[in-house]
């Protein structure tokens, strides 16, 4: 056997590999090691042109090894001869691929394997004992890999973060299990929020921090020596792209949150993160100091969440302010900004639904023109802030009033959705109870209880969704207790400002119903409700004013709008 050995020619393959797992073992394990023992080994036993392989950090359940992959590579253009491992985990701990490779795959390239620990060498014949070391090995990895998600659950809900610290924030020197605000990189992410409530959109946003040539989030980690993944040499470390702008302004890190268990791995095998469904992510409140308030945040959620087409865009690119604001009376869609074709100076909106231009349901356009709307919207908020700045007592007390009822009813029809869905949840998993014993009875058919236990399984899965809703809906409620002083604060900066911005507007309108004009020529009107935020939609006594509820004001050159206040 030594003088075959020694007639053998090509790569000597000595590999190794070490994971952090493996370190727990002391120093057997460690690489320095095991290339003091295959080099040993080979000098002793006659093999020449030996050649290391190391994989310093790589899991025995993953065969995507880079240096294993090469060894694969060196075997498929024939340059090994021979492989040795320290034992048969050092090659893998999933018993499926390592006797593939064992017993398939090395035989077939005419490559002896040994392992020398467990005295395995392919030459000398089969080892009976090999298959039930990969199981054993396998079963170790699994071990490991069950502590590791016991002590990883128990970390994460303690309020540990388990993720890295996102773009804007950076781990405290004094505790790195704590973010700080990283001063540097705090203000893009504000200018992106910014950014948003203007109206720009996602690629709008990413183009400006282009041009301002702000490194990308991946560049600047790579710029501090902090290790984050993603390419360390990039074409053009300032390209932004839209996807990280998106992801940015979804992440509730931002408020002061922690954020764990958003997502998964199957199993220990597989190592790809799975998105985690949000009603099983475990959210600790104001942990950290928030970079994004989180009226502001949630704002932006809203109108992340309700715009499902682009509103198309008029020539400069920019949207109006009233994007995402307007919503058909009749059918409850949004209305669309449009610039017309043949006057590049006439922007208006209609009905995303209608008809005749969008193949919809809703039988009328719902036209109304951007300008004209303006107009109207600042008339309404002027008696408001008429009204606050002369009456502002009543003014109080009537929002008191309303918030106050409102705030009760909703909650009351809360609780009582929430009341029924448990019991119905309650009721489900004893119908499923019984129809299981009946089965184990005899009682009900094997293909009966399926179709039941799909059936109620389904309604599980449906109730359990709603029950978290109406859960999170009662918590927005018993936060809003202080909405009628940030309705009142709003109304102030609009009185200090003078002037319509889109982000006041996302501050204080929630939305705004347009309905159908009525009449024609001259006798031509058209009804809007204005929904504020926090407080819903005002009618104001004409009392309570000192002038008259009619309003007049110049929309365009030669086009005057009359706005009469009415009741809903």
């Known amino acids: 056997m030594q003088?075959?050995?020694?007639?053998?020619?090509?790569?000597?393959?000595?590999?190794?590999?070490?994971?952090?797992?493996?370190?727990?073992?002391?120093?057997?394990?460690?690489?320095?090691?095991?290339?003091?023992?295959?080099?040993?080994?080979?000098?002793?036993?006659?093999?020449?042109?030996?050649?290391?392989?190391?994989?310093d950090g790589y899991t025995g359940t993953n065969f995507r090894r880079p240096s294993f992959q090469k060894l694969l590579e060196d075997i498929e253009m024939g340059y090994v001869s021979t492989i040795i491992?320290?034992?048969?985990?050092?090659?893998?701990?999933?018993?499926?691929?390592?006797?593939?490779?064992?017993?398939?795959?090395?035989?077939?390239?005419?490559?002896?394997?040994?392992?020398?620990?467990?005295?395995?060498?392919?030459?000398?014949?089969?080892?009976?004992?090999?298959?039930?070391?990969?199981?054993?090995?396998?079963?170790?990895?699994?071990?490991?890999?069950?502590k590791v998600r016991s002590a990883h659950r128990i970390r994460g809900n303690s309020g540990e973060p388990l993720s890295q610290p996102p773009y804007g924030y950076m781990k405290s020197p004094e505790n790195p299990k704590k973010w700080v605000i990283d001063p540097e990189t705090a203000d893009v992410v504000k200018d992106i929020f910014r950014m948003y409530l203007e109206g720009k959109g996602t690629d709008a946003i990413a183009g400006t921090l282009t041009e301002r040539r702000i490194l990308?989030?991946?560049?600047?980690?790579?710029?501090?020596?902090?290790?984050?993944?993603?390419?360390?040499?990039?074409?053009?470390?300032?390209?932004?792209?839209?996807?990280?702008?998106?992801?940015?302004?979804?992440?509730?890190?931002?408020?002061?949150?922690?954020?764990?268990?958003?997502?998964?791995?199957?199993?220990?095998?597989?190592?790809?993160?799975?998105?985690?469904?949000?009603?099983?992510?475990?959210?600790?409140?104001?942990?950290?100091?928030?970079?994004?308030?989180?009226?502001?945040?949630?704002?932006?959620?809203?109108?992340?969440?309700?715009?499902?087409?682009?509103?198309?865009?008029?020539?400069?690119?920019?949207?109006?302010?009233?994007?995402?604001?307007?919503?058909?009376a009749d059918c409850g869609k949004k209305l669309w900004y449009h610039t017309n074709t043949v006057n590049k100076n006439i922007h208006f909106f209609?009905?995303?639904?209608?008809?005749?231009?969008?193949?919809?349901?809703?039988?009328?356009?719902?036209?109304?023109?951007?300008?004209?709307?303006?107009?109207?919207?600042?008339?309404?908020?002027?008696?408001?802030?008429?009204?606050?700045?002369?009456?502002?007592?009543?003014?109080a007390e009537m929002l008191a009033q309303k918030t106050n009822s409102e705030m009760l009813q909703e909650k009351k029809q809360t609780e009582e959705a929430l009341q029924k869905a448990i019991s119905r949840n309650e009721m489900v998993a004893q119908l499923y109870e019984k129809v299981y014993e009946d089965n184990a009875s005899g009682k009900v058919t094997d293909e009966w209880f399926m179709q039941l236990s799909h059936k109620y399984e389904a309604e599980r899965m449906e109730l359990k969704e709603k029950i978290a809703?109406?859960?999170?809906?009662?918590?927005?409620?018993?936060?809003?207790?202080?909405?009628?002083?940030?309705?009142?604060?709003?109304?102030?900066?609009?009185?200090?400002m003078g002037t319509l911005t889109a982000p006041l507007l996302q501050e204080l309108i929630d939305h705004i119903d347009v309905y159908e004009t009525e009449g024609t020529g001259k006798n031509r009107t058209q009804r809007i409700a204005i929904y504020y935020r926090f407080v819903g939609y005002i009618e104001l006594p004409d009392s309570a004013?000192?002038?008259?509820?009619?309003?007049?004001?110049?929309?365009?050159?030669?086009?005057?709008?009359?706005?009469?206040?009415?009741?809903?």
């Open 469 to 496: 809703g109406l859960k999170k809906k009662l918590e927005e409620i018993a936060g809003q207790s202080r909405r009628k002083e940030c309705f009142l604060a709003s109304v102030r900066k609009f009185m200090e």
């Open 350 to 395: 209609a009905c995303s639904n209608y008809v005749k231009d969008y193949r919809g349901s809703c039988e009328s356009r719902h036209y109304i023109r951007a300008d004209a709307l303006e107009e109207v919207v600042k008339l309404e908020l002027g008696r408001i802030a008429e009204m606050l700045r002369y009456n502002e007592g009543t003014f």
């Open 216 to 328: 990308n989030c991946t560049a600047y980690w790579h710029s501090k020596g902090i290790g984050r993944g993603g390419k360390k040499t990039q074409p053009n470390p300032y390209k932004w792209k839209c996807s990280t702008v998106q992801k940015i302004l979804a992440r509730q890190e931002y408020c002061g949150d922690i954020v764990n268990f958003k997502t998964y791995s199957r199993s220990f095998k597989k190592k790809a993160r799975l998105e985690n469904p949000p009603e099983n992510w475990v959210v600790f409140k104001n942990v950290h100091e928030p970079i994004i308030d989180r009226a502001t945040f949630e704002r932006v959620q809203k109108m992340i969440h309700s715009t499902k087409h682009r509103a198309p865009k008029p020539e400069n690119g920019e949207k109006n302010m009233f994007s995402d604001l307007l919503y058909c």
């Open 85 to 146: 491992v320290k034992d048969m985990s050092r090659l893998g701990r999933d018993y499926l691929q390592v006797g593939y490779y064992t017993d398939t795959y090395f035989p077939e390239h005419s490559i002896p394997f040994i392992a020398v620990n467990d005295m395995v060498d392919s030459e000398e014949g089969e080892n009976e004992l090999a298959p039930f070391r990969n199981v054993m090995n396998e079963m170790y990895a699994r071990d490991i890999s069950r």
């Open 3 to 55: 003088s075959k050995k020694n007639q053998q020619t090509g790569i000597t393959a000595l590999y190794c590999r070490l994971s952090r797992d493996d370190g727990q073992e002391g120093d057997s394990n460690s690489v320095a090691n095991q290339k003091r023992m295959l080099s040993k080994y080979a000098k002793e036993n006659g093999f020449s042109n030996t050649r290391y392989y190391v994989d």
């Open 545 to 568: 004013l000192s002038g008259s509820n009619q309003y007049r004001a110049d929309a365009r050159p030669g086009v005057e709008v009359e706005y009469i206040q009415k009741a809903v």
